[in-house]
């Protein structure tokens, strides 16, 4: 009687603190506005499969702290039923302890004991000693408690198979079992583990799409992100979620090359201020201006949370935020004003296009006579060296006789302005284009812009417009399945190097790695030695034009280029040609390339569309 009256005791002040912090963070969510979104159920169903239940995510880029990870996880998960059951028993209401079954679960639960606790004290080394730079400049004393605490449950749960709990020994080794899972239920709210609670939620709720940012209704006068009461629930549910892993830190092109955004100090500002109950506090001021305008919109960060946070959508609608209130950077001020007069980034009149369309042969769109519509884009309809490309591409077409034409009327997606914050002036340039798209009535748009890509196929379905939308490396590598590879290379033909620079919005955002890849393989074959850089595929290292930095004279201080580091990154592979697929990045790493020290001005940047075509003509 006198332990169940004590038990009781340690259970309500354990439960109490877990409760009254809980509380707390769950006001805060109910409070905020935007609800969340349960749309593509099964999609989210099987990253919840992934990522949460297999540990997908956390394991994926770190193999060995991930797995450490994943066991700690899977032993919590484990060991839930068998808490119960001795909170049951400890709390005088039922005793299932003696039962058959119960003590076959125990010799179950004994290798995931063994598992968590080699996992967690790998863990603990690793924070405390190693301390990798994702994880902070200082050791987290928070961390090292609960992984003390975690070692100690699973010790003290296997000390029960050795010490009969009828004996003091063994009573003494209950209550230290039971009274350290009391205290995680007091620190667990305060601490960056309440992810063992939230993250199955947030990766559940978190978008489909990466990047989703969604829509903003002018006739309810929204105007994006202004103060900390505007952060929607799912932003709120984020920031209370962060494992401070440093994952997105450390994959974010501007904190690798020296500028002052970092993703996670993001996500703990917006968390601190929560907690503060600065409700009115601008938004500008609990992150600084300056790291708002330093993100390209990349995406690593969130394709990197192991627990489903969002960083873009905040980032993006406190941009739109300062955007309502005239407080834009100088740069963008004129890439807005060549949008708004002349409906493009570059501020040239449609004469120009007119003039490529003439000189390529493109004719208009039919949905008759034309089996799909290319997509120019600005990049395509007026800057000279990405037009190389698009006749390099046209003539792998008309080659296979694929009948393809333009529409006639063809304005900026709007992309830049969408990711720079500027929504009302993305909503003109998408809805003239969908009305546009309407009446040409194309099936299957393909185009060589990955910005393109996602901007017409995912933000203009938001606006009730579906259509099929093909980056031109996966069009064409579907195309020339049935082509036969040129012939092998001659003795005498030196082996190009070459290496491939996979643009996020087409590696990251459109998932699509393996077909330039595979052109490259078929059409380079023996003729060149292909090498990966350093960052690739699904997790490429940015240019640094998205989010608008295209268009800024100098990138903000302090660190590096964003180009710069990309473009040694590519150096130190040794290849001397880079092979690009996306008009914005070559601009940027030509750039780089032009002020670069010596050593790098003999690589040879060649679009992929180009490169194919090239093979093609000599075989």
């Known amino acids: 009687m006198i332990q169940t009256l004590t038990f009781w005791i340690f259970f309500l002040a354990g439960a109490g603190a877990f409760a009254a912090q809980v509380a707390t963070r769950v006001r805060r969510i109910a409070a905020a506005p935007e609800p969340f979104s349960f749309d593509h159920a099964g999609a989210r169903f099987r990253r919840f499969v992934f990522d949460v239940v297999l540990q997908r995510q956390t394991i994926r880029e770190r193999p060995v702290a991930g797995v450490a990870h994943a066991l700690v996880f899977w032993g919590f998960v484990a060991f839930a039923g068998y808490t119960s059951v001795e909170f049951l028993y400890g709390l005088g209401i039922a005793d299932l302890t003696s039962t058959g079954w119960f003590h076959l679960y125990r010799l179950a639960l004994a290798p995931f004991a063994a598992a968590v606790l080699g996992g967690i004290l790998y863990l603990l080394v690793r924070r405390a000693f190693v301390r990798p730079t994702g994880l902070g400049e200082h050791v987290s004393t928070e961390s090292v408690v609960i992984a003390l605490f975690i070692a100690t449950l699973m010790i003290t749960f296997l000390l029960g198979f050795r010490l009969d709990e009828r004996t003091m020994p063994g009573r003494v080794n209950w209550w230290a079992h039971m009274l350290v899972i009391l205290g995680f239920l007091a620190l667990i709210p305060a601490s960056k583990h309440l992810h063992l609670v ?8 978190k978008s489909p799409e990466l990047g989703r940012v969604r829509n903003l209704d002018f ?13 929607g629930k799912k932003t709120v549910l984020d ?29 703990l500002q917006t968390q601190d201020a929560l907690l503060a109950g600065q409700q009115d506090r601008r938004l500008g001021e609990v992150y600084s201006e300056k790291v708002l305008w330093q993100c390209t919109t990349c995406g690593a960060c969130e394709n990197q949370c192991p627990v489903g946070i969002e960083h873009l959508p905040l980032i993006i609608g406190a941009r739109r935020g300062l955007v309502s209130n005239g407080e834009a950077p100088e740069y963008l001020g004129s890439m807005y004003n060549h949008l708004e007069r002349r409906k493009n980034i570059w501020g040239l009149g449609y004469d120009q296009r007119q003039k490529f369309v003439t000189a390529a042969a493109l004719e208009t769109f039919d949905p008759a006579r034309h089996d799909v519509l290319v997509w120019l884009g600005c990049a395509g309809a007026f800057e000279a060296d990405f037009q190389k490309s698009l006749r390099s591409l046209f003539e792998i077409l008309r080659a296979r006789e694929i009948r393809f034409g333009v529409l006639s009327k063809e304005q900026c997606t709007g992309d830049p302005a969408k990711r720079t914050g500027n929504e009302y002036m993305f909503q003109e340039l998408a809805n003239a284009n969908i009305d546009e798209l309407k009446r040409a009535g194309p099936k299957k748009i393909l185009t060589s812009c990955p910005h393109c890509v996602k901007t017409i196929g995912e933000d203009y379905r938001r606006f009730g417009y579906e259509v099929e939308v093909v980056h031109s490396s996966v069009f064409v590598a579907d195309l020339m399945r049935e082509v036969p590879p040129p012939p092998p290379a001659a003795a005498a033909v030196p082996v190009e190097t070459v290496t491939f620079h996979d643009p996020c919005y087409l590696g990251r955002y459109a998932g699509k790695s393996d077909e330039p890849r595979e052109l490259l393989a078929r059409f380079g074959g023996d003729a060149i030695d292909f ?6 595929r699904d997790n490429p290292f940015c240019c640094g034009a998205g989010g608008g930095l295209l268009f800024a004279d100098k990138e903000e201080e302090p660190g590096s280029r964003i180009s710069d580091v990309r473009l040694k990154q590519l150096h130190d592979t040794g290849a001397g040609t880079v092979v690009t697929a996306c008009p914005f990045c070559t601009i940027m790493l030509k750039g780089a390339q032009a002020s670069a020290p010596p050593g790098g ?15 093609l003509t000599r075989s």
Request: glycine share 6%; with cysteine; hydrophobic share 35%.
């Open 601 to 615: 001005e003999n690589i040879q940047f060649v679009d992929l569309m180009t490169f194919v075509n090239d093979r």
């Open 531 to 536: 090498r990966e850089p350093v960052r690739n």
């Open 198 to 205: 939230l993250s199955p939620i947030t990766v559940f709720l």
């Open 219 to 231: 006739d309810k006068e929204e105007v994006g992100l202004e103060t900390v009461k505007d952060l």
């Open 239 to 267: 920031a209370f979620t962060c494992v401070e892993c440093g994952r997105c830190q450390v994959n974010c092109p501007a904190w690798g090359s020296g500028k002052e955004l970092n993703p996670k100090t993001v996500i």
